[in-house]
């Protein structure tokens, strides 16, 4: 059977046409999808950028119902649900991106970590933790560990949080050996609560040995020498805190002016606050040279001229209230209701303020309640700062 050229001459441009005819079909496709996701997506980048947020999650909740494979629309909608509030929504988002077949490993490990962050804002740590602890071994690895290390720390869970510090120490992520010590001296007032307080002095030895700059392990064990009946040993673990972390002997003043009387010492511990005092005069340094003043010398009149040579270096309204307080040890006609008025006016000025959130509190806080920073608040009062 002879082939027919004019059927091969008819067909090719035949084939030709329904080529041409295909294509550009599957370009006029193309090119309305690529318009119209990006329409969407672009209009929730402006009401975004414009803090429209529920706008913007509106415009992104349609780019994904047109094209519900992006990835990429499915992190931005999580995390403006995240950002909102909306936790239950942004865990759905998340564990519907973990449950597709077709993600990739990157983003598998994107979504398990966006996932525990859900878990972590809306305070569901036992479900945030179980979230954090595969990433171990992904490039999200540093920031499961710290935020582990913010979760163990909330749940005042000391060993742990010491565990995941010393993987971060050994990984080159920076110098966790103050922290450390935190850890340690908060397991020793949890048991020195319960009684055992050789397991608290054990655990606050190896607090100084860990940081050995750190003033908190001295201070806490000065303490607890202190309640022991150890004046003596109390009064030398306060000179090392001096010699250690002189920034923050203020704060052990008023125990230092305590062991001092009870150990015997007083002179040593005058010598002591004098030279601290003439190098950063601060009130509860002051307060303390007042009391083993009065007691050295006998005369509570003269120990109270402090508060006069205090106020010839700084003006402070605290000094000038406490100076007035020992007025009526001289004077019939003390008019009590100043003094109210006084120590009324300087109850604020005695605080302690974080240097991170600006939360004020009556005590010191190694640990600031507000925006759980360590060593945050200065070892000074607000009067001072």
């Known amino acids: ?154 749940s005042r869970d000391w060993p742990q949080a010491a565990a995941i510090a010393h993987k971060l120490q050994a990984a080159g992520q920076g110098d966790f050996s103050t922290r450390l010590a935190h850890y340690l001296c908060e397991q020793a007032q949890a048991r020195s609560t319960q009684g055992d307080m050789q397991r608290a002095q054990e655990l606050l030895e190896q607090a100084v040995a860990t940081a050995r700059d750190a003033a908190r392990p001295y201070l806490e064990l000065a303490r607890l020498q202190q309640a022991q009946g150890r004046s003596a040993a109390a009064l030398t673990r306060l000179q090392s805190l001096a010699d250690r972390a002189p920034a ?54 003269k120990a109270r001229q402090w508060w006069v040579k205090h106020l010839d270096k700084e003006l402070s309204l605290v000094a000038a209230a406490q100076w007035l307080s020992t007025e009526k040890l001289e004077h019939e006609e003390f008019h009590p209701q100043v003094q109210r008025a006084l120590d009324h006016a300087t109850k604020p000025l005695l605080r302690y303020r974080c240097a991170a959130c600006g939360f004020e509190a009556r005590q010191h806080f190694w640990h600031c309640p507000g925006c759980q920073s360590w060593d945050s608040y200065p070892p000074r009062r607000v009067e001072e700062l």
């Open 1 to 154: 059977m002879e082939f027919d050229l004019s059927w091969l001459l008819l067909g090719l441009p035949l084939a030709f046409m329904l080529g041409w005819v295909a294509s550009r079909m599957d370009l006029r496709q193309l090119r309305t999808e690529n318009r119209s996701a990006p329409k969407a997506y672009f209009k929730g980048l402006n009401f975004l950028l414009n803090e429209q947020q529920d706008q913007a999650i509106d415009a992104f909740i349609e780019a994904v119902q047109s094209d519900p494979d992006t990835s990429e629309l499915h992190f931005a909608l999580g995390n403006l649900f995240r950002r909102r509030g909306e936790y239950d929504r942004a865990v759905r988002v998340h564990e519907h991106l973990i449950a597709r077949g077709d993600l990739s490993q990157g983003d598998r490990e994107r979504a398990q970590y966006a996932l525990a962050l859900d878990f972590l804002k809306a305070g569901l740590l036992d479900r945030a933790e179980a979230a954090l602890l595969p990433l171990e071994g992904t490039p999200f690895e540093e920031q499961a560990r710290l935020a582990l290390l913010a979760l163990y720390e909330r």
């Open 248 to 301: 923050a002997l203020p704060l052990a003043a008023p125990l230092l002016a305590e062991a001092a009387q009870a150990a015997g010492q007083v002179g040593q511990a005058l010598t002591l606050l004098h030279t601290h005092y003439a190098a950063a005069p601060a009130l509860d340094l002051l307060q303390a040279i007042v009391t083993l003043e009065a007691v050295q010398s006998g005369n509570p009149q």
